[in-house]
């Protein structure tokens, strides 16, 4: 079983930088791929990022690429995302997700863990 608790959301300005964290708990085995999701009021949950487990490879939702960027310390048993050039449509609630295979997958099924959210608001 893995838990896992997001930090680091708040309130930015568009244009600001934002760093999420994702502190895992657990067994580290659980948590092969890490991913970040959001979803925006009235919307579905939606891909944004993950990382293997060595950290050597990526994938990012379009919407977010060249912007954002997911990193992991797994001696700190961390995911980070590191939100740039922020804009009012990135305000979502964001959620940190492990996976216990191997693959950056981009479906919520993937996923076998999840937290419990961070809100971020980007105003204009």
């Known amino acids: 079983q893995v838990h896992l608790v997001e930090s680091g959301g708040g309130l930015v300005q568009a244009g600001d930088s934002l760093r999420l964290s994702c502190a895992a708990s657990?067994?580290?085995?659980?948590?092969?791929?890490m991913a970040w999701f959001r979803q925006a009021p009235g919307q579905e949950r939606e891909f944004v990022a993950a990382?293997?487990?060595?950290?050597?490879?990526?994938n990012y939702a379009d919407s977010v690429k060249g912007r954002f960027t997911i990193s992991r310390d797994n001696a700190k048993n961390t995911a980070n995302l590191l939100i740039s050039s922020a804009k009012p449509e990135d305000t979502a609630v964001y959620y940190c997700?492990?996976?216990?295979?191997?693959?950056?997958?981009?479906?919520?099924?993937?996923?076998?863990?999840w937290g419990q959210g961070t809100q971020v608001t980007v105003s204009t």
């Open positions: 997700a492990a996976a216990r295979n191997y693959g950056l997958g981009t479906s919520e099924s993937w996923y076998d863990y």
């Open positions: 657990g067994r580290s085995s659980s948590s092969i791929s």
């Open positions: 990382i293997s487990w060595g950290g050597h490879s990526t």
